[in-house]
C-alpha cells in the first residue's frame, strides 16, 4: 500500500516506516514562537538548563507590536535577551506576522517538519512542510531535544473544481469548505488538496486556505507542489539545491475524499460566532458595520491587498466607519507603498498600522466596542476574538471587506470588480 504526504514526511523523521494510527518520535526541522506564547518556552527551556538549543529557532513579536503595555513590553524584553544568548533568527516589531515572515526567510521547504507556538503554523502546509501549532510546553522540548512525539494523522483527500467565478478568492474557496466539512470534520487530520482550482489558485490564495485547516480541526494541510510553488522558493531561499517536493503515492489510503465543484459559488461571510456558521453575502446585505479590517496571517498579503485597493481607488470608506489595513510584513508593506496602494488606503480615509497581528487578536490597533459589527479577513470570529466578547465578527474574503467599507454594511463585491 502507498504513503500519503504525511506519512512519508514522519517516515523519513523517525527512521523507520510508518502508517496513519501509528506513534513515533521525529527530528523536528524548525520551531518557533511569537511574543504570546515565547514567555513560558523561554522559561522552560532554562528549568531543563539547556545550554545550546538542538532546533532551528526564531521568535516573533507579531501579537502585540509595537507593545501596547509595561507587562508586554517586559516579555519583549525577555524575548529579545533569550534570542542574543541563544544567537536565534529574531524578528522585532514592524517585521510582521510569524505566518509571512518565516516563510519570507526561505527557511521552510518541503519535507520539513516544522513545529510553531501558534496554532496557524499549518499555513506552510502551502509549501509542502509538515507544519503545526503546538503548546508552548512541547514546543520548549522540541528545541531542548531537537525532537517531538506524533500520532500519525489520517488524511483526507480535498478535490476542487471548476473555474473560480467573478468575485470568487481563496478566503470563499475555504468558507465553502467550513459550511461543508465543519469546524470538527477534520480533526487530527492531515489533508492533501488537489484540483483544477487549487492548480489555479497563485501562493497567497494557497497559504490562505492552508493557513485555515485548523478551522475544521485539521493536523496539517497540504497543496500540491507545482512550477508555482518551486518558483516561490527558489526566490527566497538560498537552499535551492534541496528543494525535493513529498508527493503522495498513487495508491496511497485515504480515511476520506471530498470533490467539490466551486464554479457557481457566491462570495461568502462567516457569521458570529463560528467559524463554520457560514452564509452567501447577498444574505447579509441589510447587516450595518462599525469596523472593517484586512489584515492578519490568513489575508494580508500582496494580492489581498491589491484587490483592496482596485476596490477603493478613487472612492471613500463610509462615513463613521472605521477601515484598519495591517499587511502582513514590512516586505510586503514596502511592495505595497511602491505599487500605490498604500497611497489608496489612506486617501479612502483607512488608517494603515503596523505590520502585525494586534486587531485580529485583540490587543491593540482596533479593539471594537459592546455591540459593534465587524467584518474582517481574519480566520476566527469566536466571541472575543479581537479584544471584546460583546462585540460581532464576520469573516469575508479582501474584495467583501473593502466592498463592505465603502457601503458601511455587509456588501457584494462583484459590483466593484
Known amino acids: 500500500m502507498g504513503k500519503t504526504i504525511a506519512e512519508k514526511i ?12 501509528d506513534f513515533a518520535v521525529c527530528k523536528v526541522d524548525f520551531t518557533f514562537g511569537q511574543d504570546g506564547t515565547s514567555s513560558i518556552i523561554i522559561d522552560k527551556v532554562k528549568e531543563l538548563g539547556i545550554k545550546k538549543l538542538k532546533t532551528k529557532f526564531c521568535m516573533v513579536i507579531d501579537h502585540s507590536a509595537p507593545s501596547p503595555s509595561e507587562g508586554v513590553s517586559r516579555v519583549h524584553k525577555k524575548m529579545r535577551s533569550f534570542s542574543q544568548e541563544f544567537n536565534t533568527d529574531f524578528y522585532d516589531i514592524g517585521c ?19 513545529l510553531g507556538a501558534d496554532s496557524h503554523t499549518c499555513t506552510y502546509g502551502a509549501l509542502g512542510s509538515f507544519s503545526t501549532g503546538v503548546g508552548s510546553t512541547d514546543l520548549a522540548i522540541a ?51 488537489s484540483g483544477s482550482a487549487i492548480d489555479a489558485l497563485d501562493m497567497d490564495g494557497r497559504f490562505t486556505i492552508c493557513n485555515m485547516v485548523v478551522e475544521i480541526g485539521a493536523k496539517v ?15 527566497r531561499t538560498n537552499k535551492k539545491n534541496i528543494i525535493q517536493p ?68 478613487n472612492k471613500k470608506v463610509a462615513k463613521g466607519i472605521k477601515f484598519i489595513v495591517a499587511p502582513s510584513s514590512r516586505l510586503i508593506l514596502l511592495e505595497a ?21 494586534g486587531p485580529c487578536v485583540g490587543t491593540h490597533n482596533g479593539v471594537p466596542a459592546d455591540g459593534e459589527i465587524v467584518i474582517s479577513t481574519a480566520n476566527r470570529n469566536f466571541k472575543g476574538r479581537m479584544g471584546n466578547p460583546n462585540a460581532f465578527i464576520y469573516l469575508a474574503s479582501p474584495a467583501t471587506v473593502a466592498a463592505s467599507a465603502i457601503k458601511g454594511k455587509i456588501t457584494d463585491p462583484r459590483s466593484f470588480l
Not at 494541510?221 to 526566490?235: A, H, I, N, V
Open 10 to 21: 514522519l517516515s523519513k523523521h523517525a527512521g523507520k516506516d510508518l502508517k496513519a494510527g
Open 337 to 357: 507603498i511602491k505599487e500605490g496602494l498604500i497611497d489608496i488606503f489612506v486617501k479612502a480615509g483607512a488608517a494603515v498600522v503596523a505590520p502585525g497581528c
Open 143 to 193: 528545541v531542548s531535544t531537537g525532537k517531538s512525539w506524533f500520532k500519525v494523522p489520517e488524511t483526507i483527500k480535498i478535490v476542487i473544481n471548476g473555474k473560480l467565478p467573478k468575485g470568487i478568492f481563496a478566503k470563499d474557496i475555504m468558507l465553502y469548505l467550513m459550511d461543508k466539512i465543519k469546524a470538527d470534520g477534520a480533526t487530527y487530520k492531515a489533508i492533501e488538496f
Open 96 to 114: 510582521g506576522v510569524c505566518h509571512q515572515v518565516i516563510p519570507e526567510s526561505g527557511e521552510i521547504l518541503p519535507g520539513s517538519i516544522v
Open 221 to 235: 494541510g497540504f497543496m500540491p507542489f507545482d512550477k508555482k510553488t518551486s518558483e516561490w522558493l527558489k526566490l
Open 246 to 313: 513529498v508527493l503522495a503515492d498513487k495508491d496511497a489510503c485515504y480515511e476520506k475524499v471530498f470533490e467539490f465543484d466551486i464554479s457557481k459559488i457566491k462570495p461568502l461571510v462567516s457569521m458570529p460566532h463560528s467559524v463554520d456558521n457560514v452564509t452567501t453575502v447577498d444574505k447579509l446585505k441589510k447587516v450595518t458595520i462599525n469596523e472593517a479590517f484586512l489584515g492578519t496571517c490568513t489575508n494580508a498579503r500582496l494580492s489581498d491587498l491589491r484587490v483592496a485597493a482596485k476596490i477603493l481607488k
